[in-house]
């Protein structure tokens, strides 16, 4: 008689996949929590290489037309507004941006007005900053501060201070409600500018105050109010669509005499819009990758891996279960094992997992 074999009173130690599997889990799980907690705060934030020009019209409009010394009525106005990024000059925190706009009537050719700006702010805050050669026209000493163009990423329901480059000071912004436009959810705010004395222009002729009786020239003061709201895209600090209702006046000195500069209602275009509500679309979707999808794919899926490489198979363990049963069955039928052997083999011992089976028993 053969000498019996060993009893099989374990199953097969895990393959070499299953340190593998875990090792791969874990470091998923890693980069998840990396992601969304150390990378995010990093990676969300302004671009630097942005390209954009925005429409803005006024029909029913107003102006005193400086070339041809004439006020002009009932003209249609064209506001444009081109951005551009200077990745050059901008940093990991700091953006910096140039935008140009010009406001014109397009029927007589004649520019209203037009202003240069360099805009310098925070890549997370969207906070202006003085420095790095900021300026308004060329002029570095005019103080920017508040928000510009770009709104705070994840902009709340609250009051914020904007800068108005007209106005060259912030104003308060509060919001004012919700509103859908071109597709997404936008929160408006609304600004007032009180009539804020912004330039004076030396050698104005009275006549062209309105001044009576006298004659020669005069140092008039230019005047400034607005007011304006905004529809942001909370998600992403993106302006969806504004409108601005403008008035810029003339005065003499001592308020002798006025000469209005310009009376417009700007409203953007809706092709402005669509281009403006594509980019917070596209900019969404990438915060939401850094900080949604990204890391908890990473963390489901790298925890998933972990279990699947540290928890047992209960298929895997039948399976064990029933090769041990037909190894003893093959054992006890040649005659190698005795019954109380086979059934140790096959799991019958009390220690052993999972359902068992007695051999030898009437009708096998």
């Not at 990093?42 to 010394?69: D, H, K, M, Q, W």
């Not at 309105?210 to 020669?216: A, L, N, S």
């Not at 279990?307 to 093959?330: D, N």
Request: overall charge positive; hydrophobic content about 40%; aromatic content about 6%.
């Amino acid at each position: 008689m053969a000498n019996p074999a060993p009893p099989e009173t374990a199953e097969r130690p895990p393959g070499r996949w299953r340190p593998a599997l875990a090792g791969l889990g874990v470091f998923l799980l890693v980069i998840g929590l990396m992601l969304r907690f150390y990378a995010a705060p990093r990676l969300v934030a302004a671009p630097t290489n942005l390209y954009l020009t925005l429409t803005l019209t006024a029909p029913g409009s107003a102006y005193f037309n400086e070339g041809a010394l004439t006020s002009e009525h009932n003209a249609t106005l064209s506001y444009s507004l081109t951005i551009r990024g200077d990745p050059k000059d901008s940093t990991g925190k700091l953006a910096v941006w140039d935008s140009y706009a010009a406001l014109s009537d397009p029927k007589t050719g004649a520019q209203v007005n037009s202003t240069f700006q360099r805009l310098v702010f925070n890549r997370r805050t969207s906070e202006l900053l003085t420095c790095c050669g900021a300026s308004v026209n060329d002029d570095t000493r005019i103080r920017q501060h508040g928000i510009g163009i770009l709104w705070p990423i994840g902009t709340r329901k609250t009051t914020y201070e904007v800068f108005d480059v007209n106005a060259q000071s912030a104003w308060p912004a509060t919001y004012s409600g919700t509103a859908r436009v071109q597709g997404i959810t936008a929160y408006r705010f609304t600004q007032h500018i009180p009539p804020t004395l912004v330039a004076q222009m030396p050698g104005v002729p009275l006549s062209l105050l309105g001044v009576h009786g006298k004659t020669g020239n005069v140092v008039a003061n230019r005047y400034y109010q607005a007011d304006n709201t905004f529809w942001i895209d909370p998600r992403t600090g993106v302006l969806i669509d504004t409108e601005q209702r403008i008035l810029s006046v003339l005065h003499g000195p001592g308020g002798e005499g006025t000469l209005l500069g310009v009376r417009a209602d700007l409203k953007m275009t809706p092709a402005s819009q669509r281009s403006l509500a594509s980019l917070a679309s596209k900019n969404a979707a990438q915060i939401k990758i850094v900080r949604q999808t990204g890391p908890l794919g990473g963390v489901v899926l790298g925890l998933i891996l972990i279990l699947a490489a540290t928890i047992p198979f209960p298929g895997r363990r039948r399976a064990a279960l029933r090769r041990r049963r037909a190894r003893a069955r093959e054992a006890l039928a040649a005659g190698d094992l005795d019954d109380d052997m086979a059934g140790h083999m096959a799991g019958d011992d009390p220690g052993a997992e999972g359902p068992t089976e007695e051999f030898g028993s009437p009708g096998r």
